[in-house]
Each structure stands twice: as structure tokens, then as C-alpha cells.
């Protein structure tokens, strides 16, 4: 599996060209201008971060089977810097996660969990399009 025999930065660039490619998976407007989480200082400069994203969320979700967004939230979250203060850690932006997970859904990729442990999967297109890349 290419998944696991990849490096995770490798593998998440060449998803977030595959995700180029599908209709479903557009930055919004003000994805632009609003920073990721309470702890950055600035919006993200890269050009293509929203797919950046995208990817990084599916493989997750391919690596943990079942998640939500609460557990995403840690997951790109970071330490905000208060100052003379200690550092303290703060969660990631809900709003970027959910849209990345509508439109993943939208694209068929995942689906939404409702009974038992709650959160989204990944449906067997998805797990068909993670598999793929090389």
C-alpha cells in the first residue's frame, strides 16, 4: 500500500494534485484571509493550501478509519504564544474542517456515521483514490 510507503508530506502533495482535478474541491473566498487556528498569526501563504489540507484530512481519515471533527481540530491545532506567558495549546479553525468534510462528501469520498461512534469515513471510492497514488 502506497499509503503507508510513502512519506506523508510526499503523499499529501501528490493527493492534493489529484484533488486539483475534481470539480468539488474549490477554495472558498475567504479561505484566504482567515488564519487556520487561534494560534497562528497570519492566513497560510501557500497557494494551493487548500488542497493541501484536503489531503492531509483524507489520510487521516484513511489512517483512523472513523474521526470527527472535534479530533481534527487537535490535530491542527498548535501552541499559541502569549507572550511573557507560557505557551498554551489552542485548537484549529472547526469552520475550514467542516467545509473541507462537505465537500468531501459532495465528491463521494466520505460519508457521515451517525449511529454507534459518530463522525465521517471514508466510503470505498475514497479508499479506492487514496490507494492509487504512487
Known amino acids: 500500500m502506497s499509503v503507508y510507503s510513502l512519506k506523508h508530506r510526499e503523499f499529501n502533495e501528490k493527493l492534493a494534485e489529484?484533488?486539483?482535478k475534481i470539480p468539488e474541491f474549490k477554495a472558498p473566498e475567504w479561505s484566504f484571509f482567515v488564519k487556520t487556528s487561534v494560534a497562528r498569526e497570519r492566513p497560510s501563504q501557500e497557494e494551493?493550501?487548500?488542497?493541501?489540507r484536503t489531503a492531509s484530512i483524507l489520510r487521516q481519515l484513511y489512517l483512523k478509519k472513523?474521526?470527527?471533527v472535534n479530533r481534527l481540530r487537535n490535530r491542527y491545532g498548535g501552541l499559541?504564544?502569549?507572550g511573557a506567558r507560557p505557551s498554551e495549546f489552542r485548537k484549529g479553525s472547526g469552520k475550514i474542517i467542516r467545509i473541507i468534510l462537505q465537500q468531501s462528501e459532495k465528491a463521494g469520498l466520505v460519508i457521515k456515521i451517525e449511529n454507534g461512534k459518530k463522525g465521517r469515513k471514508l466510503t470505498e471510492k475514497g479508499i479506492k483514490l487514496l490507494e492509487s497514488i504512487k
Do not use: S
Not at 48 to 52: A, E, G, L, P, Q
Open 18 to 20: 489529484e484533488l486539483k
Open 48 to 52: 494551493d493550501f487548500w488542497h493541501k
Open 66 to 68: 472513523t474521526i470527527g
Open 80 to 82: 499559541k504564544d502569549r
